[in-house]
């Protein structure tokens, strides 16, 4: 399973971006698809994620202002982001938990967009 991730840019405070994933490969069917970040020097943490029944949950830095969605048929996960803020700043990472076949579940990482914040 490949999930490739795009959008990520330059953008001054304030502005918005929207970042995109798909997942691809042998997948059964998806469970929660996610967004991770992490910036230098620190730890990955949760953005926000979204389950199979679209149920989102965000961390608490971005909620109000950013957007998860996805589209089940197509594998995609979406991220939109507004009123950035330069702490914003971070390598995002998509994920997926896929089921690869009826009992067997994995976990799956993007290779990471770069979203540049200034002020």
């Known amino acids: 399973v490949q999930l490739q991730a795009c959008g990520g840019g330059l953008v001054q405070a304030g502005g918005s971006l929207r970042l995109s994933c798909a997942a691809s490969?042998?997948?059964?069917?998806?469970?929660?698809m996610a967004w991770y970040r992490q910036a230098p020097g620190k730890q990955r943490e949760l953005v926000a994620d979204?389950?199979?029944?679209?149920?989102?949950n965000y961390a608490d830095s971005v909620k109000g202002r950013f957007t998860i969605s996805r589209d089940r048929a197509r594998n995609t996960v979406n991220l939109q982001m507004n009123s950035l803020k330069p702490e914003d700043t971070s390598v995002y990472y998509c994920?997926?938990?896929?089921?690869?076949?009826?009992?067997?579940?994995?976990?799956?990482w993007g290779q990471g967009t770069e979203v540049t914040v200034s002020s």
């Open positions: 994920s997926a938990v896929v089921l690869t076949t009826r009992d067997r579940v994995q976990r799956f």
């Open positions: 490969g042998s997948i059964f069917s998806i469970d929660v």
């Open positions: 979204i389950n199979s029944g679209g149920s989102t």
